[in-house]
């Protein structure tokens, strides 16, 4: 158990719709990640976020967006939905700005969206 | 742009087995950082360094900076051990972190 919750568990959408996942961090964890895994495939960075702010982005379209709040939970939309959009979503929580630089990763188990 | 790669893709090995998993990364990084994931998609973090070795239980992790590598072993493989090993580099600056990751090793562990 890495006390990093995410909901829902899955989801189906179809092209075009609008999607939001949620993610729950520690408590005391200013800092979370998401990420894209496509099947068989590595997770792809999306964008971070540290205390409310973005702080860094990967290689993905602005149609994916974020939002984190105080409470230390966050969430991620993904607007127009494509089929490629398929995948294991993945929050990941860390106490301090440095990220994946200076501080363990605690993942959620994941929100598996499946776009028709 | 950071390429991670890692050998083998898939590992098939004897309950008892010592195993090794490496990981190679094309350009300097800050950490590297040891992931499992298990069927379903939960990943936990076994192990993040930025030099020398570390151990945890029946689980060894290995860096070496200079030659951009690391490996993963395991001692006395168990069945339980049977996931995806996944090595990610963590790029960034102080202040900002995040990781690039290898496309998984999936070791299945016979007893």
């Known amino acids: 158990e890495t006390g990093v919750t995410q909901s829902p568990t899955h989801l189906i959408k179809t092209r075009g719709q609008q999607v939001t996942l949620r993610c729950s961090s520690q408590s005391g964890h200013n800092t979370v990640s998401w990420y894209q895994q496509a099947l068989g495939q590595g997770p792809q960075f999306i964008f971070q976020?540290?205390?409310?702010?973005?702080?860094g982005r990967g290689n993905f379209p602005p149609r994916f967006s974020g939002l984190q709040f105080p409470n230390y939970s966050s969430e991620l939309n993904v607007n127009a939905l494509e089929l490629d959009d398929s995948a294991l979503y993945l929050c990941?929580?860390?106490?301090?700005?440095?990220?994946?630089?200076?501080?363990?990763?605690?993942f959620g188990p994941g929100t598996r969206l499946t776009v028709l | 742009k950071n390429e991670v790669e890692q050998s083998p893709q898939n590992l098939t090995a004897q309950e008892g087995e010592f195993i090794t998993i490496n990981c190679s990364y094309s350009v300097g990084i800050s950490a590297l950082h040891w992931l499992q994931q298990h069927p379903g998609g939960g990943i936990v973090s076994l192990f993040m360094l930025s030099s020398g070795k570390k151990k945890h239980g029946r689980l060894i992790a290995t860096i070496n900076i200079q030659e951009k590598h690391s490996s993963l072993h395991i001692t006395a493989s168990h069945p339980r051990d049977s996931a995806v090993y996944i090595c990610?580099?963590?790029?960034?600056?102080?202040?900002?972190?995040?990781?690039?990751f290898g496309k998984g090793t999936k070791l299945s562990v016979k007893p």
């Open positions: 976020y540290y205390r409310e702010e973005e702080n």
């Open positions: 990610a580099a963590a790029e960034g600056g102080g202040s900002q972190g995040n990781l690039i």
């Open positions: 990941a929580s860390s106490l301090g700005r440095g990220g994946a630089v200076t501080d363990t990763q605690y």
